[in-house]
């Protein structure tokens, strides 16, 4: 699935939603970093039973080595749902989810 999502990123064919765009804003993310992410990144969830379609989360590094969580829906339609910097007392390595 990474790879197809990577496919639409490279060509431009992909959305924003507005949920993301607002944390982007909140959190002082770019587009480019956030293309960087999945252009780099790897799979670290799936959501196969997501509220509106299938999604997965992606985790990558921007250019400037910035740890980036993106979650996107599958294709054919590729859509960024949220985008955040994982936090080190929720995930180990920013790959694993901790558990509590």
């Known amino acids: 699935m990474v790879e197809n999502v990577r496919e639409k990123v490279l060509s431009g064919d992909y959305r924003f939603s507005d949920h993301s765009l607002k944390m982007m804003v909140k959190r002082s993310i770019y587009r480019s970093e956030v293309e960087d992410a999945i252009i780099n990144g790897e799979v670290i969830e799936s959501y196969p039973d997501d ?44 790959r694993i989810r901790i558990r509590r």
């Open 51 to 94: 509220k509106y379609s299938p999604s997965c989360l992606i985790y990558g590094k921007t250019k400037e080595k910035r740890d980036l969580h993106v979650q996107v829906s599958s294709p054919p339609e590729v859509v960024i749902i949220t985008v955040y910097e994982p936090e080190s007392d929720k995930w180990s390595d920013c």
